[in-house]
């Protein structure tokens, strides 16, 4: 059914989570996962002009690579791992990722935020169910009364 899964990792431990569901899909479908961090550039655009940019971008980059490479020490062995880092707005970039040509389904975490909080931050995971071509499993990685979420083991899927 799947051949390719998506997952957007933020470098979270609780993104970890939404790892773990899809590392048992592909072991399931015997797919491939696409583990993507979007170095987003947009939110650095208001910095004063004497702010060394090749610096940020350079952290922003370096945070990405250890991001990815961790999501590659996570995975099992029987499951073959591809990891890149772009730069752009994350729910374009994860959309665009995601084309059906390119991946059948996204899996990432989302903190379930609502009401105030959701509408001052706005959410990635909320953009890209909304506008995907391809389906979209959200994974709840936490929340505010006690990470339960977080603590719960993902469901093997056989």
């Not at 980059?61 to 250890?66: D, F």
């Not at 772009?86 to 059906?100: D, M, Q």
């Not at 071509?133 to 083991?153: F, H, M």
């Amino acid at each position: 059914m799947y051949d390719c899964i998506l997952v957007p990792t933020d470098g979270s431990e609780e993104g970890e989570y939404a790892l773990e569901y899809a590392f048992d899909l592909a072991r399931a479908h015997d797919a491939t996962v696409r583990v993507l961090y979007v170095v987003n550039v947009a939110g650095y655009g208001g910095l004063p002009m004497e702010t060394a940019w090749e610096g940020i971008s350079d952290a922003l980059y370096t945070e990405g690579e250890g991001a990815v490479e961790r999501a590659k020490e996570l995975a099992p062995d029987d499951v073959e791992v591809e990891t890149s880092v772009r730069e752009g707005a994350p729910s374009r970039t994860i959309i665009e990722r995601a084309a059906p040509e390119n991946c059948d389904l996204v899996v990432m975490g989302t903190h379930g935020r609502g009401g105030i909080d959701r509408l001052l931050l706005g959410s990635v995971a909320e953009r890209v169910v909304r506008r995907a071509d391809v389906p979209v499993l959200t994974v709840r990685v936490g929340d505010e009364k006690g990470d339960e979420a977080a603590e719960r083991s993902p469901v093997a899927v056989e």
